[in-house]
């Protein structure tokens, strides 16, 4: 980075000026070396000092516990400062050097007193090298190295279980001298052998709550000689270079956002020089380029290619551009290189509208938040107006050579799974299935004679084992349909499940035209005769299909037997959940208080009578009766 | 390049790094100055590394016990191929 930014960032902030904190997230992003974002850092401490008017926290501060076989200075400085940049506040609390082992074993330790929303765990490189003789028999060799894995992992149980944090969890990096020769990938004994192995394993058996901060991918893409710095070892103990240092920190940055913030969903395309090369307007169906035959057309067919695999992992595939929609539908339709076909695109916007009011619509009919689009386009003037009028939308400006397009879209990380569930990858037929619904919809104006023409079908089911990650998903990412937003972790609903206070059920449905899947969930928790209502969310994808109604009905019917005499039901209001701020109002509840912040409601079992549907209810997993 | 050219290049950067404004002098040493640290000399050798194209030998930096002395080993440092 050119010191006349951190010059020109300087003065801003002596100018007290609050564009100082753009700035700041900006240069930070862009920052590679060390000594820029330290200086950085710097200057942001410094801002905070003179008490510069920086833009709300939107979260409260993550509780984040660094542990480590190392020195976790200055990383934790630089992972506080992306945290801080990417608009999560953190408190942090630090291990002591090379202690993790008892901070973790000993109940009474300050991690536990602390008690970390995340702990980041740095586990010693020392410990994780084969103890015997390179010659040793393969068994031998593996035992040890299963060992380290175990062991690893117990250590992270174990965090886990006495706070419930979430682990993030740092490899090996793996050696980058010629040491041993090709000899090193003929035995496990090798640090390289051992140290890889330990890393495979370590990823394809961390449970759910661990997290992979996969040092040795990061430093293969630094490039293995620049990733270590053995001065900086011998004289303070640091992990790796500090060009690897910016790196992991900015990783482990990124880990914490995404398991507070959900992915994106919709995959926004330009057409002309993003799918294709050249103007399908001029060039016509034989001048696009694309395909085996010129290197610029393989180019534009892997990035299609590449495309169609997010749909795979379940990003929902949409076109909008400047064009002719009858030319460009005839490339869909009848270019026999064309990878994406109509049926991978879920909303097709061909007209000259500007494109920032196309992706609105978007959003509108797909239910979804602007928040979760990525629109890429190789023209700056496209990018300028989306990034302008619709900034909630994520934007990608592809380079000028399409041989790199792949490699900017698979560096965007905004589609980067957690756990895939096989939904996820049913989502484009969902929404397909949506479209023609709504035809017929049109098509039917008696409202009661439609629904019955679905023939809709619901399995209301208690919370199973096999469920959990679906539910843990949906949680974490509904927010238009979700009266209280409370984010649970795969963690928090087995514990959930574990608890006889609560009571919770999920609902999926299916009709004529599709499987839609889990689509709403329920948790209740008892309190003497009164059950609290304490997450109640849907996808909006079935809104005004009577699944409210059947769950409402199964939800008294759960109080009932459990004794209850009332539901007590809160609305707590955030940007994205106004839809359902008279929801309980509509389903027959009283108001009973209302403020700011909430909104409370009330149901008397007595008078609850059950809401005749169209659906055909299936119970499952607990009594039907 | 002098020891005082190279002073005046280091104040630049501690202007930077501080939030207390420090005056560099010949004879300043980091226990003249409450946040220069053990954690934040860290990083301030590999930002003064940078910046003067340098490259210190392990445990060299710890030994000079002032300003000028670091400016000294900055310059020697220089001097090599």
Redesign the interface.
Known sequence: MELKN?EAL?SLLLKDDPEFWRRLQTLTGEGR???DL??LS??R??AH?RQLACPAMAQEKVRLAILGGC?L??FH?LLEHFCETAGVACEVWLGDYDNYIAEIMDQSSGLYAFAPHIALLLPSEQRCRYSGSLSDSRQMQQAEAGKVVESLLELARKIHDKSRAEVLLANFLLPSRHDLGAYRSRTLGSDWSFRKWVNLELGLNAPAFVHICDLEFLAHRLGGTQARD???W???K?PCS?ALLVELAREAAHLIGSLRQPPKKVLVMDLDNTLWGGIIAEEGLEGVELGDTSPRGEAFKAFQKYILSLKQRGVLLAVCSKNEQAKAAEVFEKHPEMVLRMDDIVSFKVNWEPKSENIRQMAAELNLGLDSFVFVDDSPAEIEIVRQFAPEVATLLLGPDPAGYVGQLQDCRWFEPRTITAEDSARTDQYLSEARRKALQSSVTDMNAYLESLGMEAILSEFTAVDVPRLSQLINKSNQFNLTTRRRTEADIQALMKDPAYIGFSARLKDRFGDQGLISIVIGRQQGQTMHIDTWLMSCRVLKRQVEDEVLNELARLAVRRGCARLQGVYLPTAKNEMVRDFYSRMGFTLTSENEQRREFELTMKSFQPVATKIKVTRQAYDPS | MTQADVIAKLQTLFDTVFLEPVVLTPTLSAKDVPEWDSLVHVSLVVLVEKTFSVHFRVGEVETTRNIGEFADLILKRKQEP
Do not use: H, T
């Open positions: 951190i300087k070396d060390f000594d330290f200086l710097s200057l401490k410094k000092a020195s200075y200055p400085e053995e001065r900086a011998f004289e303070s640091q500090a």
